[in-house]
T-cell receptor, first 112, second 113 residues
Framework: DAKTTQPTSMDCAEGRAANLPCNHS???????VYWYRQIHSQGPQYIIH?????ETNEMASLIITEDRKSSTLILPHATLRDTAVYYC?????????????WGAGTKLIIKP | DTGVSQNPRHKITKRGQNVTFRCDPI?????LYWYRQTLGQGPEFLTY????????KSRLLSDRFSAERPKGSFSTLEIQRTEQGDSAMYLC???????????FGPGTRLTVL
């Protein structure tokens, strides 16, 4: 079962910051939060990941609360091409493997 | 393009036929993963390889499914005696090491008539 909960859908105006929330209240201390997005009929695209500290890269910023029970993905200047399903995922350790446990994601629609 | 590639991109088959999909991971990536994704859902883990060794199989991987990675490079996923319930997107991902980020291919969309 997914360890994250996300809104089913969100809208954002083009050019504005898109803030996508995620709850992961049962996350364990060594489990990372990953974000991927999936544009219609394509494979998932990696965006960013983090453990405790806030992270930023050329695509987005990831803000993780101090208690690590929730996080927010920020797309600073959304464009129409950012319309996609965004998945917040907890990476769990299972035996010798790390598994990505996916939920249903948030469908983000960027409006002109 | 040095990303993960998958072929074919689309496959339509009749129930009862066998199908095979291919995945070429990012060069030098030791780990290769297969996922299945149905409409409106996130990907579900099927199996993964460390080099040529298949180390884990999900309970979703029935006996009709078999995956190989013979030389530790490309991988194939075969479905025998396809059923309509097998219709889905089959995704392949690779990572350099176990703890590294997984990068996904474009997927193969299977439709079983």
């Amino acid at each position: 079962d997914a360890k994250t909960t996300q809104p089913t859908s969100m809208d954002c105006a083009e050019g504005r910051a898109a803030n996508l929330p995620c709850n992961h209240s049962t996350i364990s201390g060594n489990e990372y939060v990953y974000w991927y997005r999936q544009i219609h009929s394509q494979g998932p695209q990696y965006i960013i990941h983090g453990l405790k500290n806030n992270e930023t890269n050329e695509m987005a910023s990831l803000i993780i609360t101090e208690d690590r029970k929730s996080s927010t993905l920020i797309l600073p200047h959304a464009t129409l091409r950012d319309t996609a399903v965004y998945y917040c995922i907890v990476r769990v350790s299972m035996d010798s493997n790390y598994q990505l446990i996916w939920g249903a994601g948030t469908k983000l629609i960027i409006k002109p | 393009d040095t990303g993960v590639s998958q072929n074919p991109r689309h496959k339509i088959t009749k129930r009862g036929q066998n199908v095979t999909f291919r995945c070429d991971p990012i060069s030098e990536h030791n780990r290769l993963y297969w996922y299945r994704q149905t409409l409106g859902q996130g990907p579900e883990f099927l199996t993964y390889f460390q080099n040529e060794a298949q180390l884990e199989k999900s309970r979703l991987l029935s006996d009709r499914f078999s995956a190989e990675r013979p030389k530790g490079s490309f991988s194939t996923l075969e479905i025998q005696r396809t059923e309509q319930g097998d219709s889905a997107m089959y995704l392949c991902a690779s990572s350099l090491l176990a703890a590294d980020t997984q990068y996904f291919g474009p997927g193969t969309r299977l439709t079983v008539l």
